[in-house]
């Protein structure tokens, strides 16, 4: 069973504060990592798909790392509107259903 | 381009009461698509998934269905709701790869 789990399940940072989250994954046969960042009460946004280990990815204070068994998500002097929860998500296997595991995401709190 | 409409936005029903959301894809053609529904504090758990019209995989048994009658309209329904089933209830489509995720809709069950 595909299984992923987010660290820290909470954040807060002083603006400015760079730091990273993390996203460790267990799957037969990663198709891709994906990213995405939820502002309550709204659908989640895509920020990154990731496929291969080595790769990165990166956007404006975000930057997205993978390895064989985790992700990392960097943020780079972090400033309030980026508070939100940041979800990871796995698509694994050789189906045409494309379905995706998702973790329980870590809420990210940028103080002023 | 692809676009993603989902209602209503908020919803507040009774115990014992049907349900029905609705959600249509605009701008693609035979998307995968999907229902999760979301807890407080909590991951995206998937509800159902469609390759097709008529075609509907559920991978957690519980109160609700789904059904795909256009080829670009997903619907989720209950015929009688229970408390546990207040959530967050999230429709995507895939084509290549990637979710987009509809707004959602909040489901409160009283």
């Known amino acids: 069973e595909d299984q992923v789990t987010q660290s820290p399940e909470a954040l807060r940072l002083q603006e400015g504060e760079s730091s990273s989250l993390n996203c460790s994954y267990t799957?037969?046969?990663?198709?891709?990592l994906f990213w995405y960042r939820q502002d309550p009460g709204k659908g989640p946004e895509f920020l990154f798909t990731l496929y291969s280990a080595g790769e990165e990815k990166e956007k404006e204070r975000l930057k997205a790392t993978l390895t064989k068994k985790e992700s990392f998500l960097h943020i780079t002097a972090p400033k309030p509107e980026d508070s939100a929860t940041y979800l990871c998500a796995v698509q694994a296997g050789s189906g045409s259903a494309r379905q995706l595991t998702f973790g329980s995401g870590t809420q990210l709190t940028v103080l002023p | 381009s692809q676009t993603i409409h989902q209602w209503p936005a908020t919803l507040v029903q009774p115990v014992g009461s049907p349900l029905s959301l609705e959600c249509t894809v605009e701008?693609?053609?035979?998307?995968?698509l999907y229902w999760y529904r979301q807890a407080a504090g909590r991951g995206l758990q998937l509800l159902f998934y469609?390759?097709?019209?008529?075609?509907i995989s559920s991978e957690v048994p519980q109160n609700l269905s789904a059904s795909r009658p256009q080829d670009r309209q997903f619907i989720l329904s209950s015929k009688k709701l229970l408390l546990s089933d207040s959530g967050f209830y999230l429709c995507?489509?895939?084509?290549?790869?990637?979710?987009?995720f509809g707004s959602g809709t909040r489901l409160t069950v009283v």
């Open positions: 701008g693609t053609s035979n998307p995968n």
């Open positions: 469609s390759v097709g019209i008529g075609q």
């Open positions: 799957v037969s046969g990663l198709r891709g």
């Open positions: 995507a489509w895939s084509l290549r790869g990637g979710y987009t």
